[in-house]
């Protein structure tokens, strides 16, 4: 399948019809990393979050379709196509859906101010929340040392986070038939690196300098792949984390109040079903 045709409303699946949303409607959805094209992709439960959850705006912060890793293997199952179509059904809807391309979607950033199916793509984006916040809405590659003069060390990276995907995939194979809980190895390492937490901080506080600088109330990106909101010298820094591993997303309430939902993983639903333990719905961060 052609990149266009993600674009066009072409193979539409009944998957991705809805089954009941929430009476709930959201103002704002954010959501980032989802890397469609990769094994690694959480499409499954992200089609249950969006079906769950009408908005008025999504934002679909970077790293949407994972072009690194296409160009070395395609992989495009039809759960993946079902995502790109769900999101263009909202547009037809009436919700206002932006995308924000990241690293690893760079090609998009050759159709900046073009529209795709109705979905607006742009550098970067201001949001203001109902209750009067302007949020800088940004990826956030632009301030990875890495992604900006070390590309390759970057890829390299990226191929050894696949191998560690790979690797924890059959590690919770195996814990699962011990009875043990789902397990994350790439979160284990980067909370225990020192490196990589060093390097997060630096990120956060980055982004959040350059938010305030640009006398924004906050910003939102993604890019680490690690949920976070919290005021970082007197300026909002909110990251909506990934639908890798974390599955998490930012959602702003029709008050403007803003919120972390950590959605369940269908990897830990499956494997719960077995001991007849179901997890709650969502897990919400402090509200904002």
């Excluded at 924890?168 to 690196?193: D, E, F, I, T």
């Excluded at 333990?277 to 509200?287: I, M, N, Q």
Aim: aromatic content about 10%; proline content about 2%.
């Amino acid at each position: 399948m052609r990149t266009a045709d993600l674009f066009e409303g072409r193979g539409e699946s009944a998957a991705t019809e809805p089954h009941g949303e929430s009476a709930a409607r959201l103002r704002s959805i954010f959501i980032s990393d989802l890397h469609l094209g990769t094994q690694g992709c959480q499409a499954k439960a992200l089609l249950s979050f969006l079906k769950s959850n009408p908005s008025d705006h999504l934002y679909l912060v970077g790293d949407i379709i994972d072009g690194w890793q296409l160009r070395r293997r395609w992989y495009w199952p039809q759960e993946h196509n079902d995502v790109v179509q769900k999101i263009l059904r909202r547009v037809r809807k009436g919700c206002r859906v932006i995308f924000v391309p990241g690293n690893h979607d760079e090609f998009v950033r050759h159709f900046v101010d073009h529209h795709f199916g109705g979905v607006e793509v742009v550098t970067e984006a201001i949001h203001t929340t109902a209750d009067g916040k302007r949020l800088w809405v940004v990826h956030g590659d632009l301030y990875d040392g890495v992604i900006q003069y070390a590309k390759w060390l970057a890829h390299l990276g990226d191929t050894l986070y696949e191998f560690t995907l790979r690797l924890n995939r059959h590690l919770n194979s195996l814990r699962a038939r011990l009875g043990l809980p789902y397990w994350s190895l790439s979160q284990y390492l980067k909370h225990r690196v020192k490196g990589a937490v060093n390097f997060i901080s630096s990120f956060e506080s980055a982004v959040a300098a350059e938010a305030r600088k640009r006398g924004l109330d906050g910003v939102v990106c993604g890019h680490i792949h690690r949920a976070e909101m919290r005021i970082i010298d007197g300026t909002l820094y909110c990251n909506d984390g990934d639908w890798v591993e974390s599955l998490t997303a930012l959602v702003e309430h029709q008050d403007g109040r803003l919120e972390i939902v950590h959605w369940p993983d269908e990897r830990v639903l499956a494997q719960d079903a077995n001991s007849a333990v179901l997890p709650g719905k969502t897990a919400a961060s402090e509200l904002v």
